[in-house]
């Protein structure tokens, strides 16, 4: 800041600085800020040294702190000074004060750009420096031709071509639309053969932005960056002032090794053995050395060559060079130095082949997790956790055990939750396993989760072997004088359902397990006692004879909680008081929990979700993040870590290309969230009985009152033909070169009454639906299977929704592997009530042939009903009060497919409309209720009378009730649309109600069917 001549300015800088404190400052600077408006004000005579000398103040002000709302425009107005001094600060001021979206800058872009292709270049470097640092959009479209052409002249010093390689750089930042591809591909080239440093670095920041996002154009670079590499490493004519502290231009080398990364691979032979020389000159020339400048210069050099050695998949000796250079860096006393060889270990984990090599450093890594520093103790506790396997999982586990006691509150969580993991997919045997678990609860409980303690139930629950041992674990923690409350739930837990075994035992009969339990009940807070209430209950139900004193004290329990505050503690007590006087009765009731189903489990959830990765962000995180979808791949490939025992989970399997069977059965999809993978049990799941119990309610969907097996879809598994043209779009028949394995319109009818199946199957594809429903919101699980050996490219999924639903897919990755399934969540709300069905427009390419089909989406309107059982009066008060049109439509229905009565009865249970017999006296009638749910109704109550003619089955009136009109009509058309065309099915008894024997004549007033016949 040139200060000479201009007295006014020093005065002030001298005046702010005398000032004693804040106050005074604030009054000189008000007073300074008031004496510029009003010299501004009187632009006419104000000379121009005055108005340098203004907009220097105010850029001291600005600096300091304070806001300055004025005299942008007279910034600005200096920039098209003749004179160097009023132009030095226009642009100056103007690159501080003003941002790339203020209005002003555009009254500048003519000035600027006359200084760029002027031939001062002393004029040129303030115009591009400026544009440099706040160019927009608007700058971007008009001037970056004229810097193109700065950077590629000959004429120009290096000086002005270094400046606009980097404004350039600044401006395709802001419009990548500004750098032709095709015409700076062999530009990119030429500038890569510059010999000054300085123009050469720029310009590999500027192809380090264009190969990010575009490689393929610039293939031609690649030789060149790596002759500049050669050139560097040797040393050979780099002037002395790029020269840091004795490593050639340590920031183009780092740059050059970021561009190479980006290309996919090093295909000419000649090219890719230089390179590596190159890279084998820098491992071996790097050392710890006393000069911190120099160690930080070198260090930055060597990382990056390490993350391009795993970049080219190096051979496997070099890749021992690499993790033994490493080795010695995390055994050296400089932290920084530590941290940067265990961050950069982990990271090499990536590579294949190279876990067995790092664990010969497993005595260092696990010394480093003692270090004094919190973040050399986090890369380790990583690194511990990315080499552990099945052959060193036990002596990990035990130093994180060790480590525990003694880590910081802030590792404990992690800490705790690494060790579960790890524990449980290496356990060499399930007893192991418990015994970490219920270390990890004694040592760390208030960090642990949920999840661990409720994974131990579920191994022990299935598996019997482990019962008796886990219980007598239990036994031994509950006599300590003090443990964690997470303790006694796990304890009190596997004490009710097991604790039985142990009868035998000195110290664990039913009496002195409850003695144990209940010592501990004033310790606990109000979500653990519902656990122990249950324990009780249990202990109860398993002391055989009974124990008249046992049972008094667990009575008074139960009394004594009966009028809890706690809604959960409350019934738990009443409940139990009342099963517990059934006598024998009680064993069946409270009998022991059943397996559960084999899943994922929710500590890889978690670990997936709380894992965060500090490391740099290079090159190689950042082209895998360009490909990351939300949807989860699944394929049939070896864990990094080695096979887990004990229990493990399989992968969800494809079928064959020759099956033409339903691969998705209502029972037997996986249930997984998206990024899980669940386990197909031939059993059908039951429910997460755990999570009922001690968890948080899982979203199940409404009940369907429909009986079990074939019959109760006898003649009921189509929609008809009504609802299959009710899509938003038309779906016209593709010409595809593949076609679909059975009918589409099938699998969607039969869709429209299940929650999960086929949707869509082809000889390469396979898309399976799963669906959950809660109120007005659903969540659909879309299953993309590839059932061929090649991958599926170019996948592409596309929801077209009605106007009625809001719905959202997560990513659908473009390529499936060979043989993998892809699960893809769908979220649906519904807004109101219609009858338009969701369109799913799917495409992919095998081979050379494309398939797009267009698939209706089983979200149709009975998804969103939940049938509702009413009494005679509650049916006949809400009949009453919706009189007449249009809460109330009535309609004759002619056409019908004749059916049965007891089918029809069948055809209302599967869509959701629960028929509830005896309330109307005809046989002849049927009266169903259900509950629709939309973000405009809420919860709505439909009720529904069908009163059919036996002489002519083929007509019936029908007559439906709601409290909203939309929704009356919409459900009147749908049942409509089910009892007309109903595409024929094979003839399977129909289990439905016994009817209602007949009664004897009542009094009109208490004739259900006669008042209902009245109300209509």
Known sequence: MALSGMRGLSVFISDVRNCQNKDQERLRVDKELGNIRSRFKNEKGIIPYEKKKYVWKMLYIYMLGYDVDFGHMEAVSLISAPKYPEKQVGYIVTSCLLNENNDFLRLAINTVRNDIIGRNETFQCLALTMVGNIGGREFAESLAPDVQKLIISSSCRPLVRKKAALCLLRLYRKNPDVVNVDGWADRMAQLLDERDLGVLTSS???????????????????????????????????????TYYGIPSPWLQVKTMRALQYFPTVEDPNTRRSLFEVLQRILMGTDVVKNVNKNNASHAVLFEALSLVMHLDAEKEMMSQCVALLGKFIAVREPNIRYLGLENMTRMLMVTDVQDIIKRHQAQIITSLKDPDISIRRRALDLLYGICDISN???????????????????????????????????????????????????AGDFISDDIWFRVVQFVTNNEDLQPYAAAKAREYLDKPAIHETMVKVSAYLLGEHGHLLARRPGCSPKEIFNVIHEKLPTVTMPTIPILLSTYAKILMHTQPPDLELQNQIWS????????????????????????????????????????????????????????????????????????????????????????????????????????????????????ENGTVTEVDPQPPSADLLGDLLGPLAIEGPPVAVQSGHSSLSGLEGISNAVDSAAIVPIEGQINAVQPILNIDERFRTLCLKDSGVLYEDPHMQIGVKAEWRAHQGRLVLFLGNKNTSPLKS??????????????????????????????????????????????????????????????????????????????????????SLSGPPLKLQEVVRGVRPLPLVEMANLFNS????????????????????????ESTRAMLCLVRIETDPADRTQLRMTVATGDPALTFELKEFIQEQLVDIPAMSSVPAVVPASSPPINPVPLSNNPGAILAGLL
């Open 393 to 443: 999982a036990k002596d990990i586990v035990e130093e994180l055990l060790q480590y525990l006691s003694s880590s910081d509150f802030a590792m404990r969580e992690e800490l705790s939750l690494k060790a579960a993991i790890l524990a449980e997919k290496f356990a060499p045997d399930l007893s192991w396993f418990v015994d970490v678990i219920l270390q990890l609860i004694d040592n």
């Open 795 to 880: 996948v592409r999924a596309l929801i077209l929704p009605p106007s009625h639903l809001r719905m959202e897919l997560s990513l659908v990755p473009e390529t499936i592997p060979p043989r993998a399934q892809v699960q893809c969540p769908l979220e649906v709300v519904n807004l109101r009530p219609s009858r338009d069905v969701a369109v799913l427009d799917f495409s992919y390419n095998f081979g050379t042939s494309l398939v797009n089909i267009k698939l209706r989406l089983p979200a149709v309107l009975n998804k969103f009903l939940q049938p509702l059982s009413l009494s005679m009066e509650e049916f006949f008060s809400q009949w009453r």
């Open 557 to 672: 329990i139960f009394h004594k909680f009966e009028s809890c505050i706690d809604v959960e503690i409350q019934q738990r007590a009443v409940e139990y008081f009342a099963l517990s006087s059934k006598g024998a009765a009680l064993a069946d009731i409270l009998a022991e929990m059943p397996k559960f189903p084999e899943r994922q489990s929710a500590l890889m959830k978690k670990a997936e979700d709380i894992e965060t990765d500090t490391a740099e962000q290079s090159a190689i995180k950042l082209r895998s993040k360009q490909h990351v979808s939300n949807a989860l791949v699944v394929t049939d490939q070896r864990p990094v870590n080695g096979t887990a025992p004990a229990v493990p989970l399989t992968l969800v399997k494809i079928p064959s290309t020759n099956s033409k069977e339903d691969h998705y059965p209502e029972d037997h999809i996986s249930n997984g």
């Open 204 to 242: 590999m920041s500027l192809l380090v932005a264009l190969v990010s996002n575009n490689h393929e154009a610039y293939w031609s670079s690649l030789p060149k960056c790596v002759k500049i590499l050669e050139r560097l490493a040797r040393n050979q004519d780099i002037p002395q002032e790029y």
């Open 911 to 934: 869509n959701r409309l629960m028929v509830c017999p005896g309330l109307d006296q005809n046989p002849n009638n049927l009266v169903a209720s259900t509950t629709f749910y939309s």
